[in-house]
């Protein structure tokens, strides 16, 4: 089982992520984890903090010559903002009195956090809770990303919408409907969808999105948005329907619903399905050569919990940032009245953003039920494994149902 943990404060000297089970003698770069991190920072409507911040993972351990050891693999990402924050993110006792923050922000962890862990500085919840620290997530799921390309799975995104501006054409429908399957790798979905300053598949619709960031930048508003994650080169077999805590949809849901701010998730045509009749919405079971395929992908590349080894597709929902320039109603906790919300350095709009960690997020997933299934010690092992079980699994299953 392999496991990851992150930690780390927006403001602290840097983010740790701890990645653990990972085979060995798999080939990894500080390059290729960085590749990942410099996407998470694009995205028009991105704040102040992007122009400061270059992120950059430094490999500290459980790698050799470019290569895993089977070790735990620990990152180190720097933050370069510190140096404006030694004071007031010290770990020992300050050396004079710092300020503590006793207005809450609607939207965010800042009065539940403090209510929970008893702090009487919003700072402290600030500071863990803050999107910063999907920083670390990506660097650790890219370990597992790297893996998953080791087998032809791959993972990417676009952006569906921003403040409710829709492309024309749902281009999630050629992964849903059967004509375009598996034509298009999740890769080339992503080249694609970076080259737009939003992450969209429509230019028409880009300018549209950026025209609308504008206007929420000049009112001191914030937007949300939808995007869509698909897994391209998907084995069938990964899940399971035994135990609720093996079934790879309700994980799936569960990483990226641990996104900061979103606030939905659908697979597969999602809640759309309860619109239908069951033969509209089902996929057909097609015997192609030596393997089950369905007409359409209507479910999403799941079905009974288990990836059929069609395309995953999921599709998230990104509440707007809870910053506002134009702040909201709030209380201050030090004196219980009635004032404006706190204001915090932040993004306009984060769904592009969103977006690639929800793939990070979706690969060390998929990562994770791949190596249940197929792991080993080492890459070759693992690799043997996978063989044997895509060179067999047909000839079994036939051979079984030949003897009734």
């Known amino acids: 089982m392999i496991e990851f943990t992150t930690a780390g404060e927006s403001h602290g000297k840097g983010l740790v992520a701890v990645v653990s089970g990972i085979p060995s003698n798999l080939i990894i770069s500080e390059e290729y984890i960085n590749q990942h991190l410099k996407r998470r920072q694009l995205g028009y409507g991105r704040g102040l903090r992007m122009k400061i911040e270059s992120d950059t993972a430094e490999i500290l351990t459980g790698v050799r010559f470019a290569k895993t050891l089977g070790s735990p693999i620990s990152l180190f990402i720097k933050?370069?903002?510190?140096?404006?924050?030694i004071e007031k993110m010290s770990v020992g006792l300050p050396a004079k009195d710092v300020e503590k923050i006793s207005?809450?922000?609607?939207?965010?962890?800042?009065?539940?956090?403090?209510m929970k862990y008893g702090y009487d500085d919003i700072r402290n919840s600030i500071e863990r809770s803050s999107a910063r620290e999907t920083a670390?997530?990506?660097?650790?799921?890219?370990?597992?990303?790297k893996l998953l390309s080791e087998f032809g799975i791959e993972v990417g995104s676009y952006v569906e919408s921003i403040g409710g501006i829709y492309p024309k054409e749902n281009y999630a429908g050629r992964y849903l409907e059967g004509s375009n399957l598996k034509n298009m790798s999740a890769d080339k979905l992503n080249l694609l969808a970076d080259q737009s300053d939003v992450r969209v598949m429509d230019e028409v619709q880009g300018k549209k999105i950026i025209s609308k960031i504008k206007q929420a930048k000049k009112l001191g508003d914030t937007l949300g948005g939808t995007f869509y994650v698909i897994v391209t080169g998907m084995p069938a077999g990964l899940g399971s329907f035994v135990d609720y805590n093996s079934r790879l949809d309700a994980e799936l849901s569960k990483s990226i619903m641990s996104i900061q701010a979103v606030k939905g998730v659908e697979i597969g045509l999602g809640f759309a399905a309860a619109n239908y009749f069951g033969s509209q919405v089902h996929d057909e079971i097609i015997l192609k050569g030596n393997e089950f395929t369905?007409?359409?992908?209507?479910?999403?590349?799941?079905?009974?919990?288990?990836?059929?080894g069609l395309p995953i597709i999921i599709r998230g929902a990104m509440?707007?940032?809870?910053?506002?320039m134009s702040p909201l109603q709030s209380v201050d906790l030090s004196t219980m009245k009635k004032v404006d919300a706190r204001r915090e350095r932040s993004d306009f709009v984060a769904v592009p953003a969103c977006a690639v960690i929800a793939e990070s997020m979706a690969a060390w997933t998929v990562a994770k039920y791949f190596l249940t299934k197929f792991g080993g010690d080492s890459i070759e092992e693992v690799k043997e494994n996978y063989r044997n079980?895509?060179?067999?699994?047909?000839?079994?299953?036939?051979?079984?149902f030949s003897r009734r």
């Open 79 to 85: 933050n370069k903002d510190w140096e404006n924050w």
């Open 103 to 114: 207005i809450p922000r609607p939207g965010h962890a800042d009065l539940v956090g403090t």
């Open 136 to 145: 670390a997530r990506v660097a650790a799921c890219s370990v597992a990303r």
């Open 294 to 308: 369905r007409k359409t992908n209507h479910a999403g590349g799941i079905e009974g919990s288990i990836s059929t």
């Open 319 to 324: 509440k707007p940032i809870s910053t506002l």
């Open 389 to 400: 079980y895509y060179k067999n699994v047909f000839r079994i299953t036939k051979k079984n």
